[in-house]
């Protein structure tokens, strides 16, 4: 009963807001059940009808398909495949708006901190509400009913709020039937906090990163069955979930896990089916290609191209995750092909004292809201936490001031020092990938810039 209340407040905000999520995921309903021949010739009209569409609305594209010999009139997968890859680094170079068809009323999205730097994405109306349908699209593979009580884990930045923005939230999450955990750093604590939350609200669905539900896990799987908070559904977003973490989930709270790939230049692209092996591309909204070369360090990277979004198209767009695209069917009848293999940016817990740590991707907030960097490590050396700053352009001694001044006021570390060292490139792992914890730099080899009572701004010579 309870339930067709909240679904009926959906239908009542979406009203409100003039949207139309429920239309379009009911057309999201009617592709899962055509055949994989009839998605693969959907897909393809789609694909050249927005290529034609990019090249008529964005003068970059016309640029680009001029130069390059390329009319999407004549449908040509081979000819498409020879369009060089758009990266993060050229959107942010050139800015989101060259992208961007400013006819549409735009609403901006800031990328998430799976794959770096952030940016902005912008989207038309119609290619919002789509993103909201694939949403709704996930929840109903997982097995979770419109207007079943749901959780989201996210960071807390402590930063306020503009009221307009947190009313909107408020009733966003009411009709959703949905509580937002906020957090920052982990100790037994706040681990005892959220897992008495949980038990308290008993939501059928847990959304959020798998290095927090395991931290949880690992917390709960100490406590008596019986006072173990449970629910339905686990769903992993943001960052590579790991078997380990999957397993120890899933014993924990009796849960069925489920991954999720997408972020938000395309929103949710992908998803676990009920067999669990691999995930299913959602090919009506998205072209996915795996791809190898010497960028991607000859590991198979997925490149994207939206779809659906007429407010900023993007053309073969690399995401940096990980992963192979197979078409082997798959039990459970659905007529989309998986990717299997999938491994996204890998986000490490920066230990600070007294077992306290926190996630690296609350630093890439913090980073994001002080502004002139591109990307950072971190590092620990004896009672000093070291943060490997690559500075864009843009950097300044008062930035990284100000990075160091958010973090420690976060933190809440007391004894430890912390050091921000602009460097001029990041280390990769010998195997060449790219983790967010690295090696310290030995402090005797640090230029100081600036000594500050919680620690040094040094430069890599
Ligand atoms: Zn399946």
């Known amino acids: 009963m309870l339930r067709w209340f909240f679904v009926l407040a959906h239908r009542v905000a979406e009203k409100k807001e003039k949207r139309d999520i429920t239309g379009e995921f009911r057309k ?3 592709t899962d059940h055509l055949s994989p ?20 609305k964005i003068p970059y594209y016309a640029k680009l398909f001029t130069e390059h010999g390329f009319d999407p009139a ?5 000819h498409f495949q020879k369009l060089p890859f758009l990266t993060k680094g050229i959107i942010r170079q050139l800015g989101s708006e060259t992208f961007c068809n400013s006819e549409y009323p ?21 290619g919002l509400d789509i993103t909201a349908a694939a949403h709704r699209r996930c929840l109903r593979w997982a097995g979770k009913k419109t207007g079943e009580k749901e959780v ?17 939230e408020y009733w966003k999450c ?5 509580e937002n955990i906020l957090i920052n750093i982990y100790d037994q604590d706040k681990l005892r906090a959220i897992h008495e939350r949980l038990r308290r609200i008993k939501p059928v669905l847990v959304q959020g990163f798998p290095s927090m539900a395991y931290l949880l896990a690992q917390y709960a799987e100490k406590l008596p069955p019986g006072e173990r908070a449970r629910f339905r559904i686990y769903e992993a977003t943001g960052e590579t979930l790991y078997h ?20 938000a230049e395309f929103g949710a692209t992908a998803h676990e089916c009920k067999k669990h092996s691999g995930l299913h591309i959602f090919s009506d909204l998205v072209y996915i290609e795996s791809i190898k070369d010497e960028e991607s360090g000859g590991m198979p990277e997925l490149v994207v191209t939206g779809l659906t979004n007429r407010g900023m198209p993007l053309v073969r767009y690399r995401t940096g995750d990980l992963g192979d695209i197979t078409w082997e069917p798959c039990g459970c009848g659905l007529p989309y092909p998986r990717i299997i293999n999938l491994q996204g940016r890998i986000h490490d817990l920066i230990p600070l004292e007294e077992g ?52 420690v006021k976060l933190s809440q570390i007391r004894t430890k020092k912390l050091d921000i060292v602009t460097v001029p490139k990041l280390q990769l792992t010998s195997a060449g990938k790219f983790r967010y914890r690295t090696e310290p730099l030995q402090c005797d080899t640090l230029k100081v810039r600036l000594a500050t009572e919680y620690g040094n701004i040094c430069e890599q010579p």
């Open 28 to 30: 999201l309903t009617e």
């Open 37 to 56: 021949e009839q998605v693969s010739n959907f897909q393809q009209a789609r694909l050249f009808e927005m290529l034609d569409y990019a090249r008529r």
């Open 74 to 78: 004549e449908r040509s997968i081979v």
């Open 106 to 126: 735009l609403a901006p999205r800031k990328t998430g901190g799976s794959t770096g730097p952030k940016m902005m994405v912008y989207y038309d109306p119609k």
């Open 152 to 168: 989201h884990f996210s960071s807390d930045l402590g930063v306020p709020i503009h009221p307009i923005d947190a009313r909107r």
């Open 174 to 178: 009411f009709s959703l039937n949905r």
């Open 244 to 263: 380990f973490q999957r397993k120890k989930i899933e014993e924990t709270f009796h849960c069925k896990v489920f991954d999720r790939w997408g972020n």
């Open 356 to 407: 306290k740590v926190m996630s690296t991707e609350l630093l890439l907030d913090i980073m994001d809201r002080c502004g002139g960097m591109d990307d950072f490590q971190v590092a620990e050396i004896g009672d000093r936490i070291q943060i490997h700053v690559l500075p864009d352009r843009e950097c300044t001694l008062e930035k990284l001031q100000d990075m160091q001044n958010r973090f």
